[in-house]
């Protein structure tokens, strides 16, 4: 089982960027999808991004144009870049194994956080 390592969160504020990493224990080349998703305090988790093996990307309404994601060439990585944040951004997120739209496959690991202060 491939494992997920989350990094890059931290505090921003409102109209700032950060960009988050999905370092696999392996590469992931062999896998339907990865995708990104948050959980905010008091809320479900949510899914916000998804590339897939052929590298098509889907994006929740929310989020759309605002963030993207993307994987280096190694299929070892996968990123978030989220600009334009808003306070309601703030969340844990998480990456996963993924299938369809809303699927994740696995164990969630512990996920980084994402403040953005008005």
């Known amino acids: 089982q491939v494992q997920l390592v989350e990094s890059g969160g931290g505090l921003v504020q409102a109209g700032g960027s950060l960009r988050l990493s999905c370092a696999a224990s392996?590469?992931?080349?062999?896998?339907?999808?990865i995708a990104w998703f948050r959980r905010a305090s008091g809320k479900q988790r949510e899914q916000v991004a998804r590339?897939?093996?052929?590298?098509?990307?889907n994006y929740a309404d929310s989020v759309k144009g605002r963030f993207t994601i993307s994987r280096d060439n190694a299929w070892r990585t996968v990123y978030l870049q989220m600009n334009s944040l808003k306070p309601e951004d703030t969340a844990v997120y998480y990456c996963?194994?993924?299938?369809?739209?809303?699927?994740?496959?696995?164990?969630w690991g512990q996920g980084t956080q994402v403040t953005v202060s008005s």
């Open positions: 996963s194994l993924a299938g369809n739209w809303g699927v994740a496959f696995g164990s």
């Open positions: 392996r590469s992931t080349f062999s896998m339907d999808a």
């Open positions: 590339i897939t093996r052929d590298g098509t990307t």
